[in-house]
């Protein structure tokens, strides 16, 4: 028996084996045989959409290399799934402790053209970390297979045309990776199915790239060597690639133009370069507080001199750098009183208390409403609060954080400075603080108070320290 007589054989017995068992079942290396075209299109399913089906994928296959170009190319170019196998691994439920095996499958297909192995490719199912399946199938990619056939087949720029009208995506798809005609690509650009439509569109950009580039390179050189304003700010507000047009923005001096660039400009960069050239204190307002990119807002924060935009920065930006930016330049003490009671973060609070000089900001800070001196909840504020209460020297303010703070913290930084006796006795008689209680005892200068917390008082060294308190002032 010849070669030839054995692929007959071999293909009448799958002939059999697919009508009679399911495609998943089917294992070994078998060449498929020449279905009518008929039985393909039913298998080959909704062709207005890619496949991963194994079965569908195959059908599909099939029809592709039916198709008059490649088949005048590569006559008898035959399917043939040589191998579909089985991985498998062991499962166990954390829950109920029983085992189970989980299979993967692997696919394999080859094309033979004239009974010789032409090309191939293979896909393989991934089994996940935990699953409740127990089979999973390969993800089949026609595409993959033909884009391979298309690469290594003698094909003119009509065949490629042709072969874009094919009914099968997947063989659309390998017409895109095939072809640089950029009519054809723009056709296949507007395909029905977005897988197609979607890779045409990549590879039109891929193929015009060069181009781009050394037509840019052309424009850049040019308006390096302009003068012309007018035609500068054509290349700034037009030209379509953003190192040309941020060139042009270097050597634009009209205002209006930077102004219109560097609010809208679709590219930070160029917005950037705008801003670092303008000093109209409305259009930087409008950048800071409007445009997405950090690094735009902070480029305009450090040209911004407007005291009132700048703590609104601080207070509002949800970038920390540019925050930080617009605190280092805001000097009026109302305002950086403001940021330090009404921002969101923390570290810029403590930034503008840091640079408070006048005790009625401290004050506005050191009392900022955290809650009450019994609650429990994390105050992320109570830094701030305490580095403005080791500012201020008013004993009435003093008294207020120091029986009326939230954090311990800052009530101990108020009871150090503090020297108000009425005060001092509540924080000795009333804290929940142990530790702010004896510390106040050691600041109380009236015995009678002295004596009631020594006989009170439900800490054992609370108690110890009144009682030595009274006895240093006798």
Not at 220 to 235: C, E, F, G, I, K
Not at 383 to 392: I, M, N, P, Q, V
Not at 458 to 468: E, K, N, Y
Request: hydrophobic share 45%; proline share 3%.
């Amino acid at each position: 028996m010849t070669n030839r007589d054995t692929v007959v054989v071999l293909c009448q017995a799958l002939l059999f084996a697919n009508s009679t068992i399911p495609a998943a079942a089917q294992r070994g290396s078998a060449i498929v045989p020449a279905d009518s075209v008929q039985a393909l299109l039913r298998l080959a399913g909704d062709t207005t959409q890619v496949t991963r089906d194994e079965r569908a994928a195959i059908a599909r296959i099939k029809l592709a290399i039916r198709e008059s170009p490649i088949r005048a190319s590569l006559p008898n170019l035959r399917c043939c799934v040589s191998s579909s196998s089985r991985t498998s691994e062991t499962y166990r439920s954390r829950v109920l402790g029983t085992t189970a095996t989980v299979s993967a499958e692997t696919v394999t297909i080859k094309l033979l053209w004239n009974d010789v192995p032409f090309v191939e490719a293979s896909w393989a199912a991934e089994l996940p970390d935990s699953t409740t399946e127990r089979y999973f199938p390969a993800q089949v990619r026609a595409e993959d297979l033909l884009t391979t056939l298309l690469m290594v087949t003698t094909l003119t720029q009509d065949d490629l045309a042709q072969l874009a009208r094919s009914r099968i995506p997947e063989l659309r798809i390998a017409v895109v990776a095939k072809s640089t005609d950029l009519a054809l690509l723009a056709r296949l650009a507007e395909d029905r199915v977005g897988a197609v439509s979607l890779a045409a569109l990549r590879k039109r950009n891929e193929v015009e790239a060069p181009a781009k580039a050394e037509a840019a390179k052309a424009r850049l050189t040019t308006v390096t060597q302009m003068t012309d304003q007018a035609a500068l700010a054509r290349a700034a507000i037009e030209d379509i690639d953003s190192g040309v047009r941020a060139a042009a923005v270097e050597k634009i001096t009209d205002l209006p133009v930077l102004a219109k660039v560097a609010i809208g400009d679709t590219d930070s960069r160029v917005r950037k370069a705008a801003v670092e050239k303008i000093a109209d204190q409305a259009v930087l307002a409008k950048v800071v507080i409007g445009d997405k990119d950090s690094r735009v807002r902070a480029a305009a924060v450090e040209r911004i001199m407007d005291q009132d935009v700048l703590a609104k920065v601080a207070i509002g930006d949800t970038d920390l750098g540019v925050g930080r930016a617009a605190i280092s330049k805001v000097t009026d003490q109302a305002l950086l009183a403001k940021v330090a009671v009404e921002g969101h973060d923390w570290m810029l609070c403590e930034s503008a208390v840091e640079k408070l000089t006048d005790q009625g900001a401290p004050a506005k800070v050191a009392t900022r409403p955290r809650g009450d001196a019994n609650s429990d909840a994390h105050d992320f504020f109570s830094d701030t609060r305490g580095r403005a209460a080791e500012k201020l020297t008013d004993q009435a303010v003093l008294a207020k954080v120091a029986t009326e703070d939230s954090s311990e913290h800052v009530r101990g930084v108020a009871v150090e400075k503090l020297t108000d006796q009425t005060a001092l006795t509540k924080v000795a008689t009333q804290d929940r603080s142990s530790t702010l209680r004896r510390y106040a005892v050691w600041k109380l200068t009236d015995q009678a108070v002295l004596a009631r917390v020594a006989a009170e008082d439900s800490d054992s060294d609370v108690r110890d320290a009144a009682g030595r308190r009274s006895a240093a002032l006798r």
